[in-house]
């Protein structure tokens, strides 16, 4: 009878590794045709049978980011992440993507340092933390324009403060001359990276292959 529960329990097990690669070929043809819902809902049901299996982590985690549930897809690709496998690299990246979209730069920029530290070749996430750095530096350089505008109105205002004591007030009849604008960066050096941004998509997330080929094809 101790062998038989063996047998029984060995059968079961198989049955249910088969099932979720099963339900992973399906989710992979899903996602193929842009069904992102369903494929969702599918990766999800091979998480339920597998919860560490990465393919599905990873799958549920590029079917959340194309809809547009950038925190859910956060969630899946730190699972897969954390299991160290062959994809983590590739969720390391992605997870930067979905940080990014979601609007969170510093998170974006870790997860991408993360990826080149795990692969130093992968020019797509060089050319991401590339570009979101400039990003930053050029808000920063927009920022500190700003504020030396704002000083130098400051410092004006007081000097013309001091120079109208003693004089008397401006008749109400006298036209007002209108005032010249301030001078500020010039807004195409801070729209420029953004621009950069839109023409250089950012590489969408791609779901892994079949269950016996893990493999992950990365486009831009």
């Excluded at 730069?105 to 400039?134: C, F, S, T």
Aim: hydrophobic residues 30%.
């Amino acid at each position: 009878m101790k062998k038989l529960a063996c047998f029984l329990l060995i059968l079961s097990a198989s049955s249910a590794f088969a099932g979720v690669r099963g339900d992973l070929r399906e989710a992979g043809k899903l996602y193929q045709d842009k069904k992102y819902g369903q494929a969702l809902a599918k990766y999800q049901t091979a998480l339920q049978k597998a919860p560490h299996k990465e393919q599905a982590s990873f799958g549920a985690g590029a079917a959340s980011y194309y809809l547009k549930d950038y925190q859910a897809a956060e969630k899946a690709f730190k699972n897969t992440a954390e299991q160290n496998g062959k994809l983590r690299q590739d969720a390391l990246f992605n997870l930067g993507n979905a940080y990014y979209r979601a609007g969170d730069k510093e998170k974006a920029v870790a997860a991408y340092r993360q990826a080149i530290v795990a692969n130093p070749k992968d020019k797509e996430a060089v050319h991401n933390l590339q570009l979101i750095i400039e990003q930053q530096q050029s808000e920063q350089n927009q920022n500190n324009q700003n504020q030396q505008n704002s000083n130098n109105n400051s410092s004006n205002q007081s000097k013309q403060d001091q120079n109208n004591k003693g004089q008397a007030p401006q008749d109400k009849g006298q036209e007002e001359q209108p005032s010249k604008p301030q001078d500020t960066m010039n807004k195409d050096d801070a729209d420029r990276v953004m621009q950069m941004a839109r023409e250089n998509e950012y590489k969408k997330p791609t779901q892994p292959g079949e269950a016996q080929d893990p493999t992950v094809e990365k486009d831009w």
